[in-house]
Structures are given as C-alpha cells and as structure tokens.
T-cell receptor, first 112, second 110 residues
C-alpha cells in the first residue's frame, strides 16, 4: 500500500510569515509530486508540481524535493489570509503521474 | 470552456437505492478519474480511465461501477447504496500532468 503522510495540523501562522508544509511518501519509485490547494467546500486546484530534486519556485510558493529522504515540502512566503486552505500533497505512482496517491492534507490558517 | 462538470451537486439516497453520478469534460482529455473524499481525509481513487472503452480500479472500487463510452463522459454508478458511501465525490480529468477537478457531488446515504 503506497502511502503519503502529511502533518495533520492545523497550522496557524501570522500574515506575512512563512508557512511550511511537509509530506513524506513510501514509494521510492515515485517520480512526480504535486501540491493541491483546497478551499473549504471547493474542489482541489493544482498550485505546484516538482519532478527533480531541489527547489522549484513560483511566485510566493517554493516546492522542495528530496528523493533520498522521500520528502517533499511546500513553503509559502509572505503568507496572506487568502492562503488559508487545506493543502494536499499528491504523489504519482508507478513511476508516472497517471495515478496519484493523496495525503490527508494540512489545514493552514493565516491570521491577519 | 466549462472544464469538468458534475451532476447532481447534492443527493440523499436511502440504503439500497442506486444512482449514477454524471461527469463530463470538454477539454478532450484521455485520462479521467473518480475520487471520494471523506471529512478530514484526502482523496481516495475509486476508478480511472485512460481513454474511451478502458477503465481500471483504484484504491476503493467496491460498491461502484464505471463506464467510458466517449472521451467526454465518465459516469459513476452506485448499486445498493450503503451508509459507508456517504462522501463527497470528485471527478477529474488530466492533461499532460495536471488533474482538473469538477465541483463535486455531496452524497448522503441514510
């Protein structure tokens, strides 16, 4: 059973701070990693994906991947109240991205 | 371009009833998926399809059936509904790497 584990949270940070979200995965053969954001009562939407070890930056978001440690993280800089949501880590199985295994999500609250 | 649409938005079923959740995408994606999401949990894959006429089981397929007769449509059938099937159901389709999700169907079985 391939598993994806996330900090259960909830995580609360003040506006302007850095929010750090973490995820570990069990399938050493995984090659694709995704972060989805889900607002309450809404459907998930993709915010970042990463395939290679290291960092990938997109605006205020940075995804970090360490395949040796089977660890992926998402940093949100200058957090805004609009970032308050549940963040789902998803990992591609079978060496591709056709099927994803999702973690349970971490609920982030950014306090004004 | 509507993306992924799902109907109905809400439904209450009695135990033992059957229903079909509809999913349609207009992005010409080959890959389509059905997930369920229980409160405080991530998404669990029920079934997926890699193209018209091809479907396969995911993590939690028991109690469900699917068909894929066209690229656009991927209905999910619940036979003999049980309280354990109370959940939010999301349909998704996939481009090269991104899965696009529909708005979801909230199903309650009582």
């Amino acid at each position: 059973q391939k598993e994806v584990e996330q900090n259960s949270g909830p995580l609360s940070v003040p506006e302007g701070a850095i929010a750090s979200l973490n995820c570990t995965y069990s399938d050493r053969g995984s090659q694709s990693f995704f972060w989805y954001r889900q607002y309450s009562g809404k459907s998930p939407e993709l915010i970042m994906f990463i395939y290679s070890n290291g960092d990938k930056e997109d605006g205020r978001f940075t995804a970090q991947l360490n395949k040796a440690s089977q660890y992926v993280s998402l940093l949100i800089r200058d957090s805004q109240p609009s970032d308050s949501a549940t963040y789902l880590c998803a990992v591609g199985t079978q060496g591709g991205s056709e099927k994803l295994v999702f973690g349970k999500g971490t609920k982030l609250t950014v306090n004004p | 371009n509507a993306g992924v649409t799902q109907t109905p938005k809400f439904r209450i079923l009695k135990i033992g009833q059957s229903m079909t959740l509809q999913c349609t995408q207009d992005m010409n994606h080959n890959y389509m998926y059905w997930y369920r999401q229980d409160p405080g949990m991530g998404l669990k894959l029920i079934y997926y399809s890699v193209g018209a006429g091809i479907t396969d089981k995911g993590e939690v397929p028991n109690g469900y059936n699917v068909s894929r007769s066209t690229t656009e449509d991927f209905p999910l059938r619940l036979e003999l509904a049980a309280p354990s099937q109370t959940s939010v159901y999301f349909c998704a389709s996939k481009s090269s790497y991104e899965q696009y999700f529909g708005p979801g169907t909230r199903l309650t079985v009582t």
